[in-house]
């Protein structure tokens, strides 16, 4: 753990050039060390504020001191990949799951009644990130029987809508197509 903190310290110093290719450093919003890469190298995700209630997601692949020094360009971008409320409670986030794949966060729970919380599941296959879940959970501050929950594997083709088991095609859904304007018609939100 130790060795991931110094990297991302050092991949966040203001000096660096990976810094540079995404945005200036105030406007990072979460960065983590995941391994994405087919032989097992550190690879580093990082959401950044698009100042259009979005962000936008720069993965980087393979990287050590040396691809740091030398000024890193992302192996993918995702515009939008993220909503941003731009407010405690609405700021969006990155994690790993206990399998290592990077968690897309995004939520509302600071603002109205209507409050909700998304993840997107998303790995690494055949050298494209490709969604493979998607969780999707609302409710009501006022009506607690109004909540609403969503949770799709798209690899197995299973889920859970508003707790009972549902059958989904199983798809392959690359994440550079992934669109929040457009969410899963099985989870019916």
């Known amino acids: 753990m130790r060795l991931h903190l110094a990297f991302l310290a050092a ?14 450093l105030e406007r990072i919003l979460s960065a983590t060390p995941i391994y994405l890469s087919d032989g097992g190298g550190r690879d580093l995700a990082v ?18 001191q040396d691809a740091l020094r030398a000024g890193a360009k992302p192996a993918f971008v995702k515009k939008n990949a993220a909503w941003n409320g731009g407010m405690a409670g609405q700021r969006p986030s990155l994690a790993v799951s206990d399998k290592g794949s990077l968690l897309i966060k995004s939520e509302n729970d600071s603002i109205g009644r209507d409050r909700w919380s998304e993840t997107l599941t998303v790995i690494r296959r055949n050298g494209a990130l490709i969604v493979a879940g998607f969780t999707y959970a609302t409710r009501d501050t006022i009506d607690p029987n109004a909540g609403k929950s969503c949770d799709l ?3 197995a083709g299973k889920g859970t809508r508003n707790g009972k088991k549902i059958e989904i095609k199983a798809r392959t859904i690359p994440l550079a197509d992934w669109s929040d304007d457009n969410p899963p018609k099985e989870c019916e939100r």
């Open 11 to 24: 991949l966040l110093s203001s000096a660096s050039p990976v810094v540079a290719e995404t945005a200036p």
């Open 47 to 64: 959401l950044v504020d698009n100042l259009d209630d979005g962000a936008d997601l720069y993965v980087y692949l393979g990287l050590d």
């Open 153 to 155: 594997n798209f690899l």
